[in-house]
């Protein structure tokens, strides 16, 4: 599976994007999928994940103000990020697994270009 991220930008402190990440492919309803991000001499850092049945986990850093989702029907998942803070600026990446989600990035074979997210205070 191929996957297209987009949706990033500048925005002030408090404010909101939603990240949308498209998937080629015709199995993607059974993926995982996932959102990480990573700033520049870091580590990839989990963000998101939605199962393929449906199920959803958050970082501790961004329950209550992100919410993922995902359209089967347009093979697109979607990271609605609320209240955000300076130090969500990162690079945005999605990535997909075959069976359940995990919480690193080395357990999934498949990933998107990344997007950028700049949060000014």
């Known amino acids: 599976v191929q996957l297209q991220a987009s949706g990033g930008g500048l925005m002030q402190a408090g404010g909101s994007l939603r990240l949308s990440c498209a998937a080629s492919?015709?199995?993607?309803?059974?993926?995982?999928m996932a959102w990480f991000r990573q700033d520049p001499g870091k580590e990839r850092e989990f963000v998101a994940a939605?199962?393929?049945?449906?199920?959803?986990t958050y970082a501790e850093s961004v329950k209550g103000r992100f919410t993922a989702s995902r359209d089967n029907a347009k093979n697109t998942v979607y990271l609605q990020m609320n209240s955000l803070k300076p130090d969500d600026t990162a690079v945005y990446y999605c990535?997909?697994?075959?069976?359940?989600?995990?919480?690193?990035?080395?357990?999934?074979?498949?990933w998107g270009q990344g997007t950028q997210v700049t949060v000014s205070s």
């Open positions: 492919g015709r199995t993607f309803s059974s993926y995982s």
């Open positions: 990535a997909a697994r075959a069976g359940w989600y995990k919480l690193y990035a080395t357990e999934y074979q498949h």
């Open positions: 939605v199962s393929w049945s449906g199920e959803f």
